[in-house]
């Protein structure tokens, strides 16, 4: 009899098979447990930013969660010592880069199997980054493994996605919010990653672009490996997430405080690399519908039908919003139908404005908003809770930005960069 084989290619997210593998996930079949962490003595280490950013230096962490302990270290590929489903076993054997698992012993369905090790691939574990793609012989009940790389290379590739991991970890503590930790890991791989626009010239190239390792240790992917990237980061920093396929793209839905969002980590990449935004932060589905729903392969309604539904619009007014900046406490924005500034609370939603404040350039850095004045082109200076509001350069000045926490602009009549 001739042997049959259901080959399935793990490609990333601009493959029409990804689309297709998202619809046939069924709803009933999500879930993606966050991993369970304990506290560790150690102290943070900082890694540093790869990129300008527009937050502040301690805005990962609230006042009562700083210098607390972090969470221990993680082993990502640490195996199941007592794998009881067909599916834990065969992670236990693509962990330890077996050939094949043998699945004779186990009374299941292998086309359902066959959907669930493919579900675990692509959303559970991305972390099994280096397997392009596997078969199941059906007659002899095997599933057979084929690796992007050689196995030397996969476990010098395992443990630097391990380390990179453990450094994130290292930023964050468990007393932290759940809202503190998504805008941590939000920030931290806009900070430390990349657009890959390389990321489609081989196979190779394609594994590695699409996954978390690109994100995490290359520092450079497309769509897929920042949605990877931010999957994994959620699960180790016990957050509920899920990697969002479509064709075309991906994104994610996230878990925080008991309401789904939509969040795009790679869109709020200002310019795919030059800055950090909160456009794509924590959307409704109908919200991000407006832009992403030409992804949709089938009609925008197939994700309400396999992900969670995504109903808050606490921050939606967000999305219609540019230069986005932030503390640890507020999201700050240019209202332009009210020439003021405006911040909106970032644990309520809250909004409110800063009186008297009227930008057309502003960058925020430990409590002081530093803005150009829309009428005199002036630069200024006021605290994020507006006081003190005064003049600090009295001629035209353009193109605030900052560079290794300082504080930078440019002199119109010199066309002369200086600094604060």
């Known amino acids: 009899m001739k042997k049959l084989k259901n080959f399935l290619l793990i490609s990333i997210c601009v493959t029409s098979l990804v689309g297709c593998v998202a619809n046939n996930i069924n709803s009933d079949e999500i879930e993606n447990k966050p991993i369970q962490q304990k506290q560790s003595s150690h ?8 990129k300008n950013t527009n937050t502040t230096s301690d805005e990962n962490v609230s006042d009562d969660s700083k210098n607390l302990s972090n969470y221990d270290a993680v082993d990502l590929y640490k195996p199941n010592e007592n794998p009881e ?8 054997d693509i962990y330890n880069l077996k050939d094949e698992t043998d699945l004779s012993s186990y009374n299941i369905d292998l086309n359902k199997f066959q959907n669930s090790l493919l579900k675990t691939k692509l959303n559970y574990n991305v972390e099994i980054f280096y397997l392009e793609y596997f078969e199941i012989d059906f007659k002899s009940k095997k599933v057979i493994y084929h690796y992007g790389f050689d196995k030397d290379k996969i476990l010098t590739m395992k443990e630097k996605l391990n380390t990179e991991v453990n450094k994130f970890l290292s930023t964050i503590n468990p007393s932290m919010s759940e809202l503190e930790k998504e805008l941590a890991i939000h920030d931290y791989i806009i900070q430390n990653a ?3 626009n390389n990321g489609f010239e081989n196979m190779q190239r394609i594994i590695i672009s699409g996954s978390c390792y690109g994100t995490l240790v290359e520092k450079s992917a497309v769509c897929s490996g920042y949605s990877a990237a931010f999957n994994l980061l959620c699960k180790v920093s016990e957050l509920e997430a899920f ?11 996230v878990k925080v405080n008991g ?11 200002i310019s795919w690399g030059e800055g950090i935004d909160y456009k794509y932060f924590n959307l409704s589905d109908d919200k991000m519908n407006e832009t992403h729903a030409e992804f949709a392969r089938d009609g925008y309604e197939w994700i309400n039908d396999i992900y969670p539904k995504c109903t808050s619009e606490k921050y939606d007014h967000l999305n219609n919003q540019n230069n986005i900046h932030r503390d640890n406490k507020y999201f700050y924005y240019i209202d332009y139908s009210k020439e003021s500034l405006a911040k909106i609370n970032i644990q309520t939603g809250e909004k409110s404005y800063i009186e008297k404040v009227s930008p057309c350039e502003f960058i925020i850095e430990n409590d002081w ?11 200024y200076k006021v605290k994020t809770n507006g006081e003190d509001n005064h003049l600090l350069v009295d001629t035209i000045v353009y193109g605030l930005n900052k560079k290794n926490n300082k504080i930078y602009y440019t002199e119109n009549t010199t066309n002369t960069e200086k600094e604060i």
């Open 259 to 269: 309401e789904y969002y939509q969040i795009d980590v790679l869109w709020d990449d």
């Open 85 to 92: 489903s067909a599916i834990e076993q065969a992670l236990n």
């Open 194 to 196: 990349s657009y890959d």
């Open 369 to 379: 908003i530093y803005y150009i004045d829309k009428i005199d082109s002036y630069l």
């Open 43 to 50: 102290n943070s280490n900082n890694t540093g930013n790869k």
């Open 243 to 253: 990697s969002l396929l479509a064709t075309g793209h991906a994104w994610n839905i």
